[in-house]
């Protein structure tokens, strides 16, 4: 193959997947270079929220069960735990070689290896060299470890997704996305879990009131929660492993995971060789993805990225891609974005901020607790509320749930914010499915 290529892309994620979709869809002959030395198809669909969703999907009808014994079901649903993990490796086991397969065609090559910058418009890989008229780093992110005596003695989140055994206590350090979650799915299916946050809550970016209300049905399903508390040292004990903190406490385990956060997936680059610039929250870039150096680019979490206009997830790194794809005379602007945090129950938030709201006067907020209506009530959940934020002109521009269907609902806000739509163009233009949220919104909106 030619050792020179319109775009070079170091990653195969989703970042790579928007890039090379937009070309084929637009009929471009321009070429691609996907550079991975992972498995194909990046973090989400083989070590993070496709995996994650697959166990969700069977943990979530668990636990519904649950909340409705003595309302009409007498044997809640066990969780099968080495079956479930085995019938998730089969499902997930081919996608890397069909990823891979995926992004071949006449004008696009992929290449297993890893990448490291020569000079700024070439990268080398097993031995080779390969020019690109634009290089993108789309390297992802990977599990930061905590700095500790016994840090050998943790897991991350990929390790959890592949055990084959339950372990009986497990402890997770750290209170975000990957401790909340898979701690939800650990305690379902019969461990005890334990989570060590050194902050004064969990889920810092969502709606504290919210946040609340998981972390008290956590806690009322058996998961112990421990604030302002930082882990100092894990250690080897007899019978399992233990867990102190700098405050003097030790929690018992067998099996600890370091959720401390991700950092950027950068080291094997030799960005110098470039000379793009980065630091530890990731590649500063301006607002055409281009870093300082001309001709190189970068996209989806590996970025530098602060505040609320374009956090790092999935569905951004892949609008990315796409718009690297095009002609770049404009910087990119991103469209309405939500994002959500797939516990039990879940929460998803969208636009503006609730806690903007309380302290901004061209705002007001309104809420609307969910579990009178039948479809939540029919699944006991009894603490299911939206809030939304609307401007002074009485639209909707931001929107915070909690529920066991959080996700599904904001989605449907999100095209109400994105589109503009008033509560005249939900009761005229549309008649939605009932009994479902929407059926209510054009109430909520007025």
Same mark, same amino acid.
């Given at each position: 193959m030619s050792n020179k290529f319109d775009y070079v892309v170091l990653g195969s994620g989703p970042a790579a997947y928007g890039l090379t979709t937009a070309l084929k869809t637009s009929g471009s002959a321009k070429t691609a270079l996907i550079i991975d030395n992972e498995l194909f198809g990046g973090t989400c669909p083989n070590y993070g929220c496709e995996p994650k969703i697959f166990l969700e999907g069977a943990v979530r009808n668990v636990l519904i069960a649950r909340q409705l014994q003595g309302r009409g079901i007498q044997h809640p649903a066990k969780i099968d735990w080495p079956?479930?993990?085995?019938?998730?490796?089969a499902t997930f086991a081919p996608y890397p070689a069909n990823a891979q397969a995926a992004f071949q065609t006449d004008y696009v090559?992929?290449?297993? =290896?890893?990448?490291?910058?020569?000079?700024a418009h070439t990268v080398a890989v097993n031995g080779e060299h390969y020019q =690109?008229?634009?290089?993108?780093?789309?390297? %992802?992110? $990977?599990?930061?470890?905590?700095?500790i005596t016994g840090s050998e003695l943790t897991h991350n989140s990929n390790d959890v997704l592949a055990l084959k055994t339950l372990p009986q206590r497990v402890t997770f350090i750290g209170g975000g996305y990957v401790s909340m979650e898979l701690a939800t799915v650990l305690n379902a299916a019969g461990a005890d879990v334990e989570i060590i946050e050194h902050s004064p809550r969990a889920l810092g970016p969502f709606y504290d009131q919210h946040v609340a209300v998981v972390v008290a049905q956590m806690e009322a399903r058996g998961i112990k929660l421990h604030f302002g508390q930082s882990v100092d040292a894990v250690r080897q004990m007899t019978g399992g492993l233990a867990?102190?903190?700098?405050?003097?406490?030790? !929690?018992?385990?067998?099996y600890v995971v370091d959720a401390t956060g991700r950092m950027p997936n950068v080291d094997s680059l030799n960005l110098a060789a470039?000379?793009?610039s980065a630091d530890t929250q990731g590649i500063i870039v301006d607002d055409h993805l281009q870093t300082n150096v001309a001709g190189i680019y970068a996209a989806g979490d590996v970025v530098k990225k602060a505040g609320e206009v374009a956090p790092k997830l999935t569905p951004v790194a892949q609008f990315e891609g796409a718009y690297?794809? =095009?002609?770049?005379?404009?910087?990119?602007?991103?469209p309405v974005t939500g994002t959500g945090s797939f516990t039990f129950p879940q929460i998803a938030q969208v636009g503006v901020a609730v806690t903007t709201a309380q302290t901004d006067d061209r705002y007001h907020l309104k809420k609307m607790a969910l579990a009178?209506?039948?479809? !939540?009530? %029919?699944?006991?959940?009894?603490?299911?509320?939206?809030?939304?934020?609307?401007?002074?002109s009485n639209r909707l521009v931001g929107a915070s749930e909690v529920s066991q269907t959080a996700t599904d609902d904001v989605n449907q806000l999100v095209s109400v914010i994105a589109l503009g739509l008033t509560a005249r163009d939900f009761q005229e $233009?549309?008649?939605?499915?009932?009994?479902?949220? =929407?059926?209510k919104l054009k109430d909520f909106l007025a």
């Open positions: 079956t479930l993990m085995a019938t998730k490796q090559t992929t290449l297993q =290896g890893t990448a490291s910058f020569v000079d =690109g008229e634009k290089i993108i780093i789309a390297t %992802g992110l $990977k599990a930061h470890q905590l700095p867990v102190s903190t700098a405050e003097g406490d030790t !929690y018992h385990a067998d470039a000379g793009v690297l794809a =095009g002609d770049l005379a404009k910087p990119i602007a991103y009178p209506d039948f479809a !939540y009530a %029919g699944t006991n959940d009894q603490d299911a509320e939206l809030i939304g934020v609307f401007d002074q $233009k549309q008649i939605m499915i009932f009994p479902t949220l =929407g059926t």
